[in-house]
């Protein structure tokens, strides 16, 4: 039985959640962490993601009609032909979750290898390189610090996603002291957090 432990946080958007810490799957031998990182967009689980559902998802942990658009066109358009290996473009932009690990960026945080495992090491390494402030968590500095850190030369594109991925982390995560803790963006890297933030929003009855 997987072992848990809980951290309550309020993001500065005002929205409070508990971060459930499950050990199970994020210990380096799940094949399929990165899977369960997407998997929470996936709204009707047939496997595949489409920009709606993706619109639909940041829609249901609080975001705003604009940055939900923008990470729907943003994700879908960026990853849909990478998981769709030997297969003509489709104008749906759909992804194929189990596919997702081939649509794994360069410049990023090697936190999941190129099969979509969850890799300890490397996430520890993000504290332990950059979070000076505060052992367990990043300030906006330091995040701008390790996404500088991470960039492999010429690799824009790498660049880019990284940069959005980590800033729409930031700007939903971050508490009121402006600091993005370890343990959410742990809860991030195996999917529990958006379902959590989900369940915050609808008890709440708040619309973005």
């Known amino acids: 039985m997987a072992s848990s432990a809980t951290d309550s946080k309020t993001p ?24 369960k990182h997407v998997a929470f967009f996936d709204r009707n689980k047939d496997g595949v993601i489409y920009p709606w559902e993706t619109f639909q998802g940041f829609r ?38 189990n596919n997702i690990h081939k649509s794994k960026h360069g410049s ?11 890799v300890p090491s490397k996430f520890e390494e993000i504290f ?28 824009f594109g790498g660049w880019v996603a990284s940069f959005v991925e980590w800033k729409i982390l930031y700007i939903l995560c971050k508490d009121k002291k402006g600091l993005l803790q370890k343990d959410t963006v742990r809860a991030v890297y ?11 929003k609808a008890s709440s009855g708040k619309q973005a």
Do not use: W
């Not at 500065?12 to 899977?35: H, R």
């Not at 658009?69 to 290996?85: D, E, H, Q, W, Y």
């Open 60 to 97: 249901a942990i609080g975001c705003g009609l604009l940055l939900s658009s923008f990470a729907a066109i943003f994700i879908n358009v960026g990853l849909s032909r990478k998981t769709r290996p030997g297969k003509s473009i489709s104008l749906s932009f759909p992804i194929e979750v």
């Open 12 to 35: 500065s958007n005002g929205i409070q959640y508990e971060v459930g810490m499950c050990t199970a799957g994020v210990d380096g031998t799940d094949q399929n962490v990165l899977k």
């Open 108 to 118: 990023d945080s090697g936190v999941y290898d190129s099969e979509g495992r969850f």
């Open 128 to 155: 332990n390189k950059h979070a000076h402030t505060n052992a367990n968590a990043l300030t906006s500095e330091e995040l701008q610090s390790m996404l500088k850190a991470n960039r492999v030369p010429k690799d």
């Open 190 to 200: 195996d999917g529990s957090l958006f379902e959590q933030m989900a369940k915050e």
